[in-house]
Nanobody
């Protein structure tokens, strides 16, 4: 079993930045990939970004490309999401997730096996 704990959410003005962290613990940690998703009030959960655990492959949703950067620290079993130029439409609960044994970077929820509890990000205009 894998436990994921997100942190770093909060309230920020439009144009500002936040850095989310997701620390993994539990079984020996060697997943295929980790990802970030978000869910705004009244909307479906959507993909944000993902990163391979062993090589430098990343994928981003079009809505965040050029503004968000996903990175990882393998020694700390932690994935990060640096969010810049934040917009009010980025307001959501952000979840990290683990794809334990994938074949390619996934953007769909069903690709992921473990999920964190989420951290709230609110961007005010």
């Amino acid at each position: 079993q894998v436990q994921l704990v997100e942190s770093g959410g909060g309230l920020v003005l439009a144009g500002g930045s936040l850095r989310l962290s997701c620390a993994a613990s539990g079984r020996t940690f060697d997943p295929y990939a980790m990802g970030w998703f978000r869910q705004a009030p009244g909307k479906e959960r959507e993909f944000v970004a993902a990163i391979r655990w062993s090589v430098s492959n990343t994928v981003y949703a079009d809505s965040v490309k050029g503004r968000f950067i996903i990175s990882r620290d393998n020694a700390k079993n932690t994935v990060y999401l640096q969010m810049n130029s934040l917009k009010p439409e980025d307001t959501a609960v952000y979840y990290c997730a683990v794809d334990w044994a994938g074949l390619r970077l996934g953007t769909r929820q069903e690709h992921y096996d473990y999920w964190g509890q989420g951290t709230q990000v609110t961007v005010s205009s």
